[in-house]
């Protein structure tokens, strides 16, 4: 009996020592995306051009309130045709500029999607050959953790390695 409890706790140390060799870390994907070099360029980029077309999309909602107000004024000096007319004109405008600024918001979001892709792409690589070069078995998203030593966070050599091998996204 003795001899099947010590078979079966040297068993379990040898076990628990090959599992020891399989190291875990994980990354957090996001803190790269917006901190690395190519990553703040790239949302820099895709930011600056959501700003211009806000700033367009203003310009325009500015203009189609100013056309409202002239017609709303001129109510009692036109025939209740014309208003109709004008007001359906303004709305079908206004239906126009909606449908424009959903496709654009929409064109964004694909943008974003797109520029993530590739962004991942790009660096799977070197994280593969990071996880190859330090023995480490599972790479995980830090998204999905509840708890875990700092020791494990990759993060940083990551980023290190992004700046030095990717200058840009295509």
Request: proline share 1%; hydrophobic share 40%; aromatic share 6%.
């Amino acid at each position: 009996m003795k001899k099947i409890i010590f078979l079966i706790f040297i068993s379990f140390l040898l076990t628990s020592k090959g599992l020891a060799t399989n190291q875990i870390a994980y990354i957090d994907m996001d803190k790269i995306l917006n901190t690395s070099k190519v990553g703040k360029k790239a949302v820099a980029d895709l930011e600056e051009n959501h700003k211009k077309k806000i700033k367009n999309f203003k310009k325009i909602e500015e203009d189609l309130k100013n056309k409202e107000r002239d017609i709303v004024a001129q109510k009692n000096i036109l025939s209740n045709e014309e208003y109709s007319k004008k007001i359906n004109n303004l709305r079908i405008k206004v239906r126009d500029y909606r449908n424009e600024r959903q496709k654009s918001l929409d064109l964004l979001t694909k943008k974003r999607i797109e520029i993530s892709q590739k962004f991942l792409k790009k660096i799977n690589p070197l994280i593969a050959e990071y996880a190859k070069q330090n023995s480490i078995s599972l790479i995980i998203q830090k998204k999905n953790i509840v708890m875990g030593k700092t020791e494990l966070d990759i993060t940083n050599a990551i980023m290190d390695l992004i700046d030095k091998n990717i200058k840009q996204i295509d």
